[in-house]
């Protein structure tokens, strides 16, 4: 009798304390915006002051987060934890110095627990270096996606001594520096520089550009030590290099033909340079044998090539995209003038420059859905498009009052940032792989 | 002890007892007449439902009304405009009556004759339907004229004798979805919890993109999460932090007070 009775009692009190269940669904993102986080700063000395500010500065470029910098005493209770809730910040970033490094904590401030923790090692003398580090190994934990923080923009520069006797120099500057606090000079030599491109060897970063000389255009090769070695010197000119995705093969352009085995030509002409290993031999093949200019070539996906070239309908210049498997050239663009395609297999897009209204605007195509998309509509003409590692952003140059400028198009925000100032005349740029250790000039 | 009892058992007791049956007898099958077969001209029933403050709304499940077709000016101008068609539908259902007419005049004849002398009437009988015929030729070859002026001078009015048709209007529309006052409350629960969601969630762009955070929340009497489990974490910890940060600092309507809530953020 008890057992029944204990037994319809306990029925009871479930069926009265039942909570009813809601289920939606889908909650869909409706607004976005910038969320704060907090970095404490444990033990604060003047390099910490100065990392934290680089750190902060890096994740605000992203336009995804707010940052704000507090010095802590010591790491704090659980409810002082808490207390940093109350005050806006979801999460937290402790940063304590050390002698060999830096040491981050990241907590969720409602739980008080701690996510994620790691020590970042000095690498260098450069204290932009280590907070671009730091923010590479945070910012994986934040987002899931890996950082870019620690990569390097090229580009050419025009120098002027007292308003005459223009040259044009090879730079390199973080990419995230709005300010040129870290421009550096790569090349200076007393001629006209252009087009400088990055190399895919991870472990040895180096710039290809091409450098005019009184009997042609001529490709040099630089390291991060300033040693130049010419690496193409034909007759005409020898520009605008593609490194394939393994970094072992190239194609770039010439305007005359290398060997009396070729054809002559007298347009740009893009060739592929390779290491045959059946014959062990470099082979250098011709892939464009038409009348008009083909330039811009860029690697594509599945060995596949893209490129700009005028021997189109309309006699302007019109994205092509060529497959190295059967040897055919396919249009991408034919109804108009476009340039400077820029591909990044993160995200498996292509950027070009089109005239829209008479002004050079940034398209993208979807390789995937192959639909094309037009980025921006400002009145700026906009060319040498390039990616940044991450597939977010997209640094170009763009004409201002007569002068050209680097900005950067940020493609989450579709905000454009410039990162260079408005009396400087920058182009030419290019963003620069994910290298093992962050290009800086010795 | 029975024995005893009915040793003890008085006769008035013994009457009293009968009389108890016998009434109780009647009045049972009259109750039973009453309930069962008898339910007179003004016969109500009434039947109250309440489950749980569930309202029960009886629906007609199909229901028929007769509407008159509304003629437009424009409506009688196309008519008037298909003049020639119409005039021929017209005349055919004026022969047509008229032929009708006839029928029902030979039948009269016919039983009129029926009622005298079999033959004799017969006999009479096809005169006149002979006579009947003869005219109904005869005016056939006059008529046409006249009818066709009658029905023009009669055709602005003729539209609303054959618009007023009665039609069958279905009030249930068979792409609708009907739902009980239950579902109801809970559709509006999920829409006002989502609209207050999507409000106070704002998380940065471009996060988890393809991904999914589902969350189970627990909401107290004063509209606050009191206690928040994720299921499936999106793996972005800026993306589920997004979300718990949401979930503590806003306020849920009243209409989930208590409740547990399960939300899947992509």
């Known amino acids: 009798m008890k057992k029944i009775f204990c037994t319809l009692a306990l029925c009871v009190t479930l069926a009265v304390h039942a909570v009813e269940q809601v289920a939606l669904e889908e909650v869909n993102a409706r607004q976005f915006k910038k969320m704060s986080i907090l970095i404490g700063l444990l033990k604060a000395d003047k390099d910490a002051t100065v990392v934290s500010e680089q750190v902060k500065k890096d994740l605000e470029f992203t336009g995804q987060f707010s940052v704000d910098i507090e010095t802590v005493d010591a790491l704090s209770s659980?409810?002082?934890?808490?207390?940093?809730?109350?005050?806006?910040?979801?999460?937290?970033?402790?940063l304590q110095p050390s002698s060999s490094g830096y040491e981050w904590h990241l907590y969720d401030t409602t739980t008080a627990n701690m996510i994620n923790g790691k020590k970042v090692a000095k690498l260098g003398s450069s204290k932009r270096g280590w907070a671009h580090a730091l923010a590479d190994e945070l910012?994986?934990?934040?987002?899931?996606?890996?950082?870019?923080f620690s990569t390097k923009v090229v580009y050419g520069k025009e120098v002027c001594r007292r308003g005459r006797n223009c040259k044009k120099y090879i730079y390199i500057r973080d990419a995230t520096d709005t300010e040129g606090g870290s421009e550096e000079l790569l090349v200076a030599s007393p001629t006209i520089s252009v087009s400088p491109r990055w190399n895919r060897d991870l472990q040895n970063p180096m710039v290809l550009y091409s450098e005019y000389t009184k009997t042609n255009v001529r490709l040099i090769a630089v390291n991060m030590k300033g040693k130049r070695k010419v690496v193409s010197d034909f007759e005409g000119v020898n520009m605008q290099v593609s490194y394939s995705p393994e970094g072992k093969e190239v194609v770039y352009c010439l305007s005359r033909a290398p060997h009396a085995s070729h054809r002559p030509h007298l347009t740009s002409q893009l060739y592929h340079y390779f290491f045959d290993p059946y014959s062990q031999q470099a082979c250098f093949k011709r892939l464009t044998s038409n009348a008009g200019n083909n330039f811009a070539p860029c690697w594509g996906p599945d060995n596949t090539l893209f490129f700009a070239s005028d021997a189109s309908k309309n006699g302007q210049p019109n994205i092509c995209w060529y497959d190295f498997k059967n040897k055919k050239t396919a249009w991408l663009t034919q109804d108009g003038y476009a340039t400077s395609p820029s591909y990044n297999p993160s995200s498996n897009k292509l950027v070009y420059t089109k005239m829209v209204n008479k002004i050079m605007q940034l398209f993208e195509f979807d390789v995937t859905t192959q639909q094309h998309r037009q980025l921006t509509s400002d009145p700026s003409n906009k060319d040498d498009c390039s990616w940044s590692p991450c597939g977010n952003l997209i640094s170009y140059s763009a004409e201002v009052k007569g002068k050209s400028r680097l900005a950067v198009f940020n493609l989450l925000t579709k905000e454009q940032l410039f990162i260079t100032s408005e009396g400087e005349d920058c182009s030419y740029p290019s963003w620069s792989p994910k290298y093992a250790q962050m290009p800086v000039i010795a | 002890m029975l024995l005893w009892q009915r040793i003890g058992w008085p006769k008035r007791y013994t009457f009293l007892s009968k009389l108890l049956l016998l009434s109780a007898l009647g009045h049972s099958t009259l109750l039973f007449f009453i309930l069962f077969f008898y339910k007179g001209e003004n016969f109500t029933y009434s039947l109250n439902l309440d489950a749980q403050d569930m309202t029960v709304l009886f629906l007609p499940f199909q229901k028929t009304v007769a509407t008159q077709k509304i003629v437009t000016t424009a409506q009688v101008a196309g008519n008037a405009k298909s003049g020639s068609s119409r005039l021929k539908v017209i005349n055919s259902s004026?022969?047509?009556?008229?032929?009708?007419?006839t029928k029902t005049k030979n039948k009269n004849a016919l039983e009129k004759a029926l009622a005298k002398t079999p033959e004799t009437a017969l006999a009479q009988a096809e005169e006149k339907k002979g006579k009947n015929k003869k005219a109904d030729v005869a005016k056939k070859i006059d008529e046409p004229k006249s009818e066709e002026k009658i029905v023009a001078q009669q055709e602005p009015a003729q539209p609303k004798e054959e618009t007023i048709k009665p039609e069958v209007v279905d009030l249930f529309d068979e792409e609708a979805v009907y739902v009980g006052q239950q579902d109801l409350n809970a559709l509006e629960l999920r829409q006002e919890l989502l609209q207050e969601i999507e409000q106070a969630w704002r998380p940065p762009v471009g996060l988890a993109t393809n991904k999914i955070c589902k969350v189970r929340v627990l909401v107290d009497w004063k509209g606050k999460a009191e206690d928040i489990v994720f299921e499936e974490s999106s793996q972005i910890v800026a993306f589920d932090a997004s979300v718990r940060h949401a979930l503590l600092t806003m306020q849920f309507p009243k209409s989930s007070y208590g409740k547990e809530l399960i939300l899947p953020f992509h």
Not at chain 1, 140 to 148: H, V
């Open chain 2, 94 to 101: 004026n022969k047509s009556a008229k032929n009708k007419n």
């Open chain 1, 78 to 94: 659980k409810n002082q934890v808490r207390q940093w809730f109350e005050k806006g910040y979801p999460l937290v970033v402790y």
């Open chain 1, 139 to 148: 910012w994986p934990a934040l987002t899931g996606t890996p950082g870019f």
